[in-house]
């Protein structure tokens, strides 16, 4: 049996791989940092407030035809103490 996430107030820390270098101007995912990796790949991390803007960023990977290599969320270190 899987847990269920659920959203509380405030933001979640979310990464997001896809496949290809984005370029960090193109404003497609403002307030997000963008690190390009060696291996080709991108990583989009920071906060997502519920799941409705996380879906919205997941359209927007779609949008640009990238493809999807991951979505996971990050724990806040201050939640873990």
Known sequence: M???R???TGAETYEI???GHLDARSG???GMQLSLQPDGTTRITGPVVDQS???GLL???R???LPLLLVQWL???DQNQ
Request: charged share 20%.
């Open 2 to 4: 899987t847990a269920n």
């Open 28 to 30: 497609w995912f403002e």
């Open 6 to 8: 659920t959203f509380t």
């Open 63 to 65: 949008d640009l035809g």
């Open 53 to 55: 803007a996380l879906f």
């Open 75 to 77: 724990p806040n270190r």
């Open 59 to 61: 359209n927007r990977v």
């Open 17 to 19: 791989v896809v496949e």
